[in-house]
């Protein structure tokens, strides 16, 4: 960037060039009204800022200690419950509720707070209905254990399906599972985003959903989730309602909530987010972390706070997935110039376009994914996955759904597409993998699921990576994944607690001395398997070449003028927004005849769900799901 274009005006990818009124490649360019490409030509237009605000909540009640069972002298209250019923007092609770002397005792305690549904005596409780806004009142009473009356979920009895073809060409259909061959246990998905409607089906009625973490600095927020692409973005990576299953339907998911209800966060909260995760990993057994977002300033990756946080994760152990960002061009590479998709360590994400058939001739990029090298020379995204005309679930009552009402397909749920709605495919798939290989490491995984990438023909020149999703096969790897990494890993450095962190000194000393530093990484044997396309590894883009280039080493970063307020703590959701028109791709009796037809992503006949008007079983396999 020369100085002439920092001067009065700033000269970013994601606003484009302008002066007072700026020009955005997502929104197009106009003056006042700004046209957006993937909303269509519009006279009226939202930024759509993606802040993260997390505000750890911690629950009232105080734990019985260290006993098995409720102690006399204190009352415990389930985590989240306290703060529920705080922003719902007209909610009625349904709780059970344990006394340390038993169940007449848990009884009593409710007399002229609720009602008493059960006596449960084996356990010493009573399950209850309470009005929320009494809640605090009975906790005052000593000796109980409050919890709540959650919905229970059964195992192996039923399918998931979706109605969109998506699932099944990506091959996360495969991992589902089936009556006859559950899948395995999952561990939880860190959604940082809007938060989430945790009473739907998608999440089976909150019964899979840990208690929210709500960190927005900014108001208004709604409780659960005021903008829906929380909602949306979980719904992809791990839904599990009939007709709607995402990547995972059988994780766990914790929402932790970083943007008001228009959409708009700090980055230092989201920074303060993967804090949370950070230092509850172990407790809740957080192995993925999902950020359909980037931030709003240009930046190095070793000077960038937001990549330094989503690293941290990644060198403790938590697979991070960043969506590439919406701001691309048809014409051509645009760059991946913002945290945390610029990251080199973490897995970026850009959108694919899957045509009407799971044949993979009219599979493309989505003509807003962003896509390129970044400010030091990395090449992004690094993978594909379905991103555009994507169905998901959003709160009727959310900002994006009284923005967008054309785009409702059906009463919650909205057609939506964005490299936002990528990432979390390969979140989902990331947590599936590590179900059956729980000894990979995170670079590992990374590995895996770039080696068993399906090649995009159609596709610009390292515009979805390596290729397209394939996570039937990712997840059914038998040997030991390459390390993608394996170049910057040796720059990494411990302290004395074992912490590891990127020494960015000895990176730069290592580039500027030998612009083929990253080459040996891609001279792994294991890269030039014939199982698929390795064309793209021998391209200048995944080589050396890129690091001849001097704009990564560009004095124009150590200008203050990227240090300006209004741009050092804003980031953006990548992003809830739909194609101008567009239906999903149907999951119909071809689309499933194809699917099958595909070793890598057929289904065993007890996972198919048959159309009832079958009665020939040789059929089965071919016919129309639901």
Not at 160 to 183: C, D, F, H, R, T
Not at 391 to 412: C, F, I
Request: net charge negative; with cysteine; glycine share 10%.
């Amino acid at each position: 960037m020369n100085s002439k274009n920092r001067n009065d005006m700033r000269n970013n990818a994601l606003w484009g060039r302008s002066g007072e009124s700026r020009a955005n490649a997502m929104w197009g360019r106009t003056g006042k009204n700004r046209a957006n490409a993937l909303w269509g030509r519009s006279g009226r237009g939202i930024v759509l800022a993606l802040v993260a605000a997390l505000t750890v909540v911690i629950p009232l009640g105080a734990s019985a200690g260290g006993n098995r069972g409720p102690s006399n002298a204190h009352t415990f209250v389930a985590p989240g419950l306290l703060d529920r019923a705080e922003k719902n007092p007209g909610q009625r609770l349904h709780l059970i509720i344990q006394s340390s002397a038993g169940t007449t005792a848990a009884a009593s305690s409710v007399r002229g707070l609720g009602d008493v549904r059960k006596q449960l005596d084996v356990i010493g409780a009573v399950a209850v209905d309470v009005p929320a806004a009494r809640l605090k009142e009975l906790a005052r009473n000593p000796g109980l254990t409050i919890t709540a009356d959650a919905p229970i979920k059964l195992s192996g009895t039923a399918t998931p399906y979706s109605n969109e073809m998506w699932p099944y060409e990506s091959g996360v259909a495969k991992l589902w599972g089936s009556p006859g061959s559950p899948a395995p246990a999952t561990g939880t998905i860190a959604i940082v985003d809007s938060g989430i409607d945790a009473t739907r089906a998608d999440f089976d009625g909150g019964a899979r959903v840990l208690p929210q973490v709500t960190v927005t600095s900014r108001t208004p927020n709604s409780p659960g989730d005021g903008r829906g692409h929380g909602t949306f973005v979980a719904s992809i990576a791990a839904g599990s309602a009939p007709g709607h299953a995402g990547a995972a339907p059988n994780a766990r998911i914790l929402p932790i909530d970083v943007m008001d209800d228009s959409g708009t966060a700090l980055t230092s909260d989201v920074i303060a987010a993967c804090n949370y995760i950070l230092q509850n990993k172990a407790a809740l057994n957080i192995r993925v972390a999902n950020f359909s977002l980037h931030s709003g300033a240009k930046n190095n990756f070793y000077n960038d706070p937001l990549d330094r946080a989503v690293e941290k994760l990644w060198f403790n152990g938590v697979f991070v997935v960043a969506a590439a960002g919406n701001y691309g061009s048809p014409n051509g590479p645009s760059g991946v110039l913002f945290a945390p998709g610029n990251d080199p360590f973490v897995l970026t994400v850009g959108a694919v376009d899957i045509g009407n058939r799971p044949a993979l001739n009219d599979d493309n990029t989505a003509p807003w994914s962003a896509y390129g090298y970044t400010e030091d020379g990395f090449s992004k995204p690094e993978l594909g996955a379905p991103g555009r005309y994507m169905v998901g679930a959003v709160p009727t009552s959310a900002t994006l759904t009284k923005e967008r009402p054309d785009h409702v397909v059906s009463p919650g749920y909205m057609e939506l597409s964005g490299t936002s709605f990528a990432a979390p495919a390969v979140a989902g798939t990331a947590l599936q993998i590590i179900a059956r290989h729980p000894a990979w490491t995170v670079d590992q995984i990374k590995g895996a699921l770039m080696l068993t990438a399906k090649p995009v023909s159609n596709a610009p020149k390292g515009s979805t990576g390596v290729g397209e999703l394939n996570a039937a096969r990712a997840a059914q790897y038998a040997g030991t994944p390459p390390n993608p990494n394996r170049a910057i890993d040796k720059f990494l450095a411990a302290d004395t607690t074992g912490t590891l962190s990127f020494d960015s000194a000895s990176w730069n000393t290592a580039v500027k001395a030998n612009a083929s530093w990253m080459a040996a990484s891609w001279g792994d044997a294991s890269w030039g398997e014939a199982s698929w396309s390795s064309a793209s590894w021998g391209d200048a883009s995944w080589s050396a070449a890129s690091w001849g280039d001097a704009s990564w080493g560009a004095a124009s970063w150590g200008d203050a003028s990227w240090g300006d307020a209004s741009w050092a703590d804003m980031s953006s959701e990548d992003a809830a927004e739909g194609d101008a028109s567009g239906p999903a791709p149907p999951m119909d009796a071809a689309a499933s005849a194809e699917i099958q037809a595909d070793p890598d992503l057929a289904l065993p006949l007890d996972q198919v769900v048959a159309d009832p008007s079958v009665t020939d079983p040789a059929s089965v396999a071919v016919s129309a799901l639901p």
